[in-house]
Each structure stands twice: as C-alpha cells, then as structure tokens.
C-alpha cells in the first residue's frame, strides 16, 4: 500500500506498535520520533519539516500524559502543552496541504459520570476531576478535527481507545496507567521479599484494558476509511477491576503477597468501559489478545528488560 504518511511519537509507547504495524504492512512512512527530533508545539518548526514532503495522511501518537497523581501535579502543563499539539496539528496539515488526521483519543475525555462510554453522550457532560486538564485537551483534538473538516475538507479520524497495556508501557507510577505501575510494583515486591504491597484506592474502580497492538491496528485500519469526519471507539466491552488486574499480575509473577488498599486516596472515575461496536464495524477490527494473554506477555517483557 503505497502512502504519505507522517507518523508523530514513534519511539513511545503506541506509537512504537504503530511505527511495527505500518512496517509489517509494507506502509511507507515518515517519523518524528520524539520531542528531540522535533518539538510540535512549535508551529515554525514544524510546519518546516513537513515542507515538500508530499505528506497526506498523519497518524498522532504525541502526547504529554501521565496517571492520576501524574494529572494533579502538572494540570496547566497537560492542558497546555497537549492544546498546542492539537491546534498546531490541524494548523500544520490546513497550511501543508496534509487531506486526513489520525488521533487516538483517550476515554477520559468522555463525560466523568457515565459508565459506559458511547459516541453520542461525548459531548454530555463534563469530564471527571481527576483526568479533567488532560481530558480538555483531547475533546479539543475532536472539535479541531470537525471543525477543519466543515471548513477546510481535511477529514478527521478521533479513534476513543481503552486504557492500552503491553511491552514498552510506562511503568512508574507517576507517568502510567493503574495495570503498568501494578506490574513494577508487584515485580520489586518479589525480587525484595515484600510480603504486600500498597494499593491507590479501594481497588474498585473497573477499567477496560486493550493490548496495544490491538490498538495500534485500529489506527493503521482507520487509513483505510474514507474521507470525513469520525470519532469511534475501539475497545474489548468488558472491565475489570484493579483488584482483578493486580491478582492476574500476581499470578504470571509468580508473586503471593497480599494487598494493601489506601482508602484514603481518590479512585478516580469508578467505571470505565466503552461501547466498541460502531469502531467495530467501521474498521472491521476486533481485539485478538484475551486480557489473561496480554498480562502474560507483558509481565514477561518487563521481567526480561529488568533483570
């Protein structure tokens, strides 16, 4: 399949799964790797970098994200520094001529009081406290992208992901998800002898976990759609709780330690899960890897680069 692809955060997390899938499909691309390469919320520059190089289709992976206490300690930075990355995207691909824009979004943009996140009550509410910065930022990518559509004819692909796991997640505390930071810790508790470790929490809050190369998938299969503007969730329709994921973690350690919960800490939005029928559809995408699965491999890719 012959593209002009620009893909932006291909040495992070999502976007080192994506940089693998376009590689796998022979789809030639061209990368920012990171912010040492090039720094997106400098409009100049990177309206410079992509001059004369035919690009039509940009796939996103930038961005400035952290876990909950991740989110209350830099709430101007996230808002800001994410903000700019998307006005500068859109402004970017309008100037240079760029016809289609990729973003995973995540779920947390979706209003804070719903359980199940379905594409029609996006707009419903306000997001939760706890994500509520970071989440602003990714509600302006979905308004940007219907904007620059209505206006400019530059199609907007918003794919509305599950919390994504795997090899190569962030897993100190402060910067991942609930499932990365789980794995670190039940892993030191191990190799230290530690009889427990300590929870955020109650260790109710039920999230949905993705593997990431299911994600990454979902957003190489949306270069397929045709032009417009969407915004779709991608998903596996089944939560779990922390307590479920830290025992899952547990057993592929090998670790029979006991947990500490410190109720004293907030949870953050109590349910998570997305309604993934209508991304489903549009991608003709399904996830291939059980959550039972995906611990697994991730508990062994991070034991391998840790020992």
């Not at 402004?91 to 594409?119: F, R």
């Not at 939760?128 to 692909?157: C, M, P, T, W």
């Not at 209508?278 to 391998?304: A, M, Q, R």
Request: proline share 3%; aromatic share 10%; hydrophobic share 40%.
């Amino acid at each position: 399949m012959e593209q002009n692809i620009l893909l932006i955060g291909s040495r992070g997390f999502l976007g080192s799964h994506v940089r693998k899938m376009l590689i796998k499909k022979s789809i030639k691309f061209i990368e920012i790797k990171g912010k040492s390469d090039l720094d997106i919320t400098n409009l100049e520059s990177f309206r410079e970098f992509v001059e004369d190089k035919n690009i039509k289709s940009i796939i996103n992976c930038a961005a400035f994200v952290g876990g909950i206490s991740f989110g209350y300690k830099y709430q101007a930075d996230l808002l800001k520094i994410n903000s700019l990355m998307a006005t500068n995207l859109y402004e970017v691909a309008n100037l240079s001529g760029i016809n289609n824009v990729i973003n995973p979004i995540s779920n947390c943009a979706y209003p804070g009081n719903l359980t199940v996140y379905d594409e029609k009550d996006f707009w419903e509410g306000p997001p939760h406290d706890s994500v509520f910065n970071y989440a602003l930022s990714k509600r302006l990518f979905v308004a940007l992208g219907k904007s620059f559509y209505e206006q400019y004819g530059i199609s907007s692909y918003n794919v509305v992901l599950s919390n994504m796991y795997g090899p190569g997640d962030h897993f100190e505390e402060e910067r991942s998800h609930a499932l990365g930071a789980l794995i670190k810790k039940i892993y030191l508790a191990k190799i230290n002898n530690n009889n427990s470790i300590d929870l955020w929490g109650t260790g109710r809050p039920v999230r949905e976990w993705l593997y990431v190369e299911d994600g990454a998938k979902a957003l190489v299969k949306s270069l397929e759609l045709t032009e417009g503007n969407y915004l779709y969730n991608v998903g596996i329709n089944k939560g779990s709780s922390i307590i479920e994921i830290a025992e899952l973690i547990s057993k592929h350690m090998d670790w029979s330690g006991d947990f500490n919960l410190n109720v004293d800490m907030p949870d953050g939005v109590m349910r998570k899960t997305v309604n993934g029928d209508l991304g489903g559809k549009l991608l003709n995408w399904s996830p291939e890897v059980k959550l039972n699965d995906g611990i697994k491999k991730t508990v062994e890719w991070y034991i391998n680069n840790n020992e």
